[in-house]
């Protein structure tokens, strides 16, 4: 494994502040083939320093991590653990990452207030946007089939980065703001964090993490609805993963993963489960490969100079 140690910048600080209080190269993955979870890796080491948030997993099995120290994008593949940096970042905060087929890292940029999309095969810039300044911190992505959508921990709206034809990436002119409302009002601390898409497709789905609240937001309107779960609160609750009806929510400081079956719609759901493992050390967000989840241990609260920072496999 290639080591790298990562600088603690006083960005990454203010960031680790915010989060407390609220062509990846061919020998990384060959062309995806499922497998037992003895095929894979149970922990993926990252770089000493690296402050890992985000995660997301391509269809060959190769893992990208953002780093909040200095937004370096790392590639692992799931199945042997090996990986290096594929992107140097800009010195400021990779939170959130969603991959699309056509290979392209979309990358929420934290108190930056903008996005990046990075080529996955050659570690090239495609494309970056600003959102805002100021008072924002742009947490998480998710990629649809006609749009990226960012959340902001900091501000009631999300941020659509709408795609053309072929997936096309627009110009900062066509980029959309659309305010929250309905159930979701702004609290102090972290807001708007993880982001995903209803099962049937119609709905985003937003976890405000200051009042443990899932809500189900109309991407037309912003009208958003809180999700009835019979009154279970989802505390801590950080990224999410949608496969089929079942919604994983990351419950970061209690080092927890919550299951919730949730109606097509998303406008309901019930708590079934909760999955957990040793090796979690405040996990962060969450990715799928055959048949298991891999989680980022952002290890809030150690001190980040030097640290070692990991990723673990748990079964589905």
């Known amino acids: 494994m290639k080591t790298r140690t990562a600088a603690v910048s006083s960005t990454s600080i203010a960031v680790l502040a915010l989060l407390a209080a609220g062509t990846a190269p061919s020998a990384l993955a060959a062309p995806g083939t499922t497998g037992s979870p003895g095929a894979f890796e149970e922990t993926i080491a990252l770089p000493d320093g690296f402050q890992p948030e985000g995660i997301a997993i391509d269809a060959r099995g190769t ?108 110009s900062q002119d066509e980029v959309e703001t659309l305010p929250l409302s309905g159930d979701f009002v702004l609290q102090p601390g972290f807001n708007a964090n993880g982001i995903e898409v209803t099962p049937d497709g119609k709905g985003l789905l937003v976890i405000q993490s200051a009042t443990a609240t899932l809500f189900r937001v109309d991407p037309s309107t912003g009208v958003a609805t809180a999700v009835d779960l019979g009154g279970v609160p989802l505390t801590n609750g950080d990224g999410l993963l949608v496969e089929g009806r079942t919604l994983y929510v990351v419950q970061n400081r209690l080092n927890l993963v919550g299951v919730v079956e949730l109606a097509a719609d998303g406008f309901s759901g019930e708590y079934v489960d909760q999955l957990t493992d040793p090796s979690f050390d405040v996990p962060t967000t969450i990715a799928s490969y055959a048949n298991s989840l891999y989680l980022p241990n952002a290890r809030f609260g150690t001190p980040p100079a030097g640290a070692e920072y990991s990723a673990n496999r748990i079964d589905r």
């Open 63 to 170: 893992a990208y991590f953002g780093s909040l120290a200095d937004g370096d994008i790392y590639a692992a593949d799931v199945r042997s653990g090996d990986g290096e940096v594929i992107a140097q970042g800009p010195g400021t905060s990779s939170v959130g990452l969603d991959v699309d087929q056509r290979g392209r890292l979309f990358v929420a940029g934290g108190p930056a207030g903008d996005a990046r999309v990075i080529d996955t095969q050659t570690g090239e810039l495609l494309a970056s946007y600003q959102f805002a300044t100021g008072a924002t911190f742009v947490n998480d992505v998710v990629v649809t089939g006609d749009a990226a959508w960012f959340t902001d921990s900091q501000q009631a709206r999300l941020y659509k980065v709408p795609l053309g034809p072929a997936g096309a990436l627009p």
